[in-house]
């Protein structure tokens, strides 16, 4: 394309320019954002820019703090490979080429892309449905390798490894992240794989990062992945810490550790175990093991709505909640709008608790796979509500994931248990509907003041 090969030219100078701020990131950080801006052509940043000017220009403001751990706490290969692959390739050039894509084919190219190189994982957790799928299903490295070739030429420059343990496949994770040096991946993790030796692997490549799973402090980790597994979780962050790698923190929030993972003594003590990010997710009823008690009420899931909120501003943490901060993004992110999942099987799914599918990526191209029956049902449907707070077409609308699934013929993806969806929506109906009187009563709070009578500043 024109564009990138024009792109290329202004690529190099930002390269020197992150050099250039290398040197003195406190005082060269305001000239890099007026590189940043001349250097967009294609707008791929611009929504973010102000607003990331606005936090830049206070140091005592907890994101001002937080962009200056970068350089403190990060080697400075993995803090440049992720200016480069992030910044520059996933969002300037690559948020561009999607939006050329999507008009063109008028279809979702997604952001990232959610693949699982096998089903296989070294631990039990209760609760988790990868153990449903065994232990037999893997995507070949070759399979890996073309899901991403076929992803960058879409503009697609983010890669997620799930499973399963992804990290049982260490060796091809690697040998991706040094074959496409121009991709940022990053994969959730249980953690009990990552020692030295992987460390020093990760420090070559330079691009991965690890979300490393934990739902609370020693006991409960325990109680739910085996004996001795929070020790050695701490382990592999201690590892990471010290080798100034980037790592976040994958929490599920459920009916019974929502305090814990509310709890600012939580947020802080991610803070102190080095993790850069924190993906929040609540327990979705998923699969014929799920516990549907476990599912948070409409008071719990305020709660963490009203707990992430608090902190965010105040604490030197990326945070993410995939339900609760829907009205940032416009809804559900899924079915390629912002990512999609590929299963161990090539099932192309819309999301990582949709297991639904109506094409596999050994039968199709990516493209096809947009183009498929559900994804357009998914691109033609969102948002599935009006309340950003209210994003899910399974958790919070489980009617418009019926009709997504009856209306494209799509089958069952689980591999012992095939799950109707009729029976799963049944498990989601109750609390959609509590959940959704809650929502909408925030949701007019705060985006209409004139519904609400709480009298304050806003």
């Known amino acids: 394309m024109a564009f990138d090969l024009g792109f290329n030219v202004k690529k190099v100078a930002l390269n020197q320019a992150f050099k250039y701020l290398e040197k003195d990131p406190e005082k060269n950080i305001p000239k890099m954002l007026d590189l940043v801006d001349k250097l967009d052509i294609g707008k791929g940043v611009a929504p973010q820019m102000a607003h990331i000017r606005k936090l830049m220009s206070d140091p005592e403001n907890a994101w001002y703090k937080y962009v200056m751990s970068l350089w403190t706490d990060l080697d400075a290969g993995v803090r440049n490979a992720l200016f480069q692959n992030f910044v520059v390739n996933a969002n300037m050039i690559g948020n561009p080429r999607r939006k050329e894509f999507r008009e063109k084919y008028n279809c979702n190219i997604p952001w990232a892309i959610l693949m699982d190189p096998t089903s296989a994982c070294n631990l039990h957790c209760t609760g988790c449905w990868a153990a449903e799928y065994g232990n037999k299903l893997n995507l070949s490295f070759d399979d890996l390798d073309s899901i991403i070739e076929q992803g960058k030429e879409l503009g697609v420059f983010f890669?997620?490894?799930?499973?399963?343990?992804?990290?049982?496949?260490k060796n091809d994770v690697i040998a991706l992240c040094n074959k496409h040096p121009d991709c940022q991946f990053l994969s959730f993790t249980n953690g009990t794989?990552?020692?030295?030796?992987?460390?020093?692997?990760?420090?070559?490549?330079?691009?991965?990062i690890p979300a490393i799973s934990v739902e609370g402090f020693e006991e409960a980790t325990d109680s739910r992945r085996g004996a001795g597994t929070f020790q050695r979780v701490m382990d592999a962050m201690r590892i990471l810490k010290e080798k100034k790698l980037a790592f976040g923190v994958s929490c599920c929030y459920t009916s019974a550790n929502v305090d814990v993972i509310g709890s600012e003594e939580y947020f802080d003590k991610m803070i102190e175990w080095g993790a850069k990010f924190c993906w929040l997710f609540t327990y979705m009823p998923v699969g014929k093991?799920?516990?549907?008690?476990?599912?948070?009420?409409?008071?719990?899931?305020?709660?963490?709505?009203?707990?992430?909120?608090?902190?965010?501003p105040i604490k030197p943490l990326f945070t993410m909640d995939f339900w609760n901060d829907g009205e940032y993004v416009q809804g559900c992110i899924a079915g390629g709008r912002r990512y999609l999942h590929i299963n161990a099987n090539g099932d192309v799914e819309p999301c990582a608790f949709i297991h639904y599918a109506n094409v596999n990526i050994h039968d199709c191209t990516l493209l096809e796979a947009l183009q498929s029956p559900l994804f357009k049902a998914y691109h033609d449907g969102q948002p599935w509500n009006e309340n950003h707070l209210r994003p899910c077409p399974l958790l919070d609308n489980p009617q418009c994931l019926e009709d997504a699934v009856v209306k494209s013929g799509a089958h069952s993806t689980d591999m012992q248990a095939p799950e109707d969806i009729h029976d799963l929506a049944d498990k989601c109906r109750t609390a959609a509907e509590n959940w959704g009187k809650t929502a909408d009563e925030i949701w007019a709070c705060t985006h209409d003041c004139s519904t609400c009578g709480a009298g304050c500043a806003k």
């Open 159 to 169: 890669y997620i490894f799930s499973g399963g343990e992804p990290l049982v496949r």
């Open 193 to 208: 794989l990552i020692d030295e030796a992987f460390a020093d692997e990760m420090l070559r490549v330079k691009n991965f």
């Open 289 to 312: 093991d799920a516990v549907p008690e476990l599912m948070v009420t409409p008071e719990q899931r305020k709660f963490m709505y009203e707990q992430v909120r608090k902190f965010r």
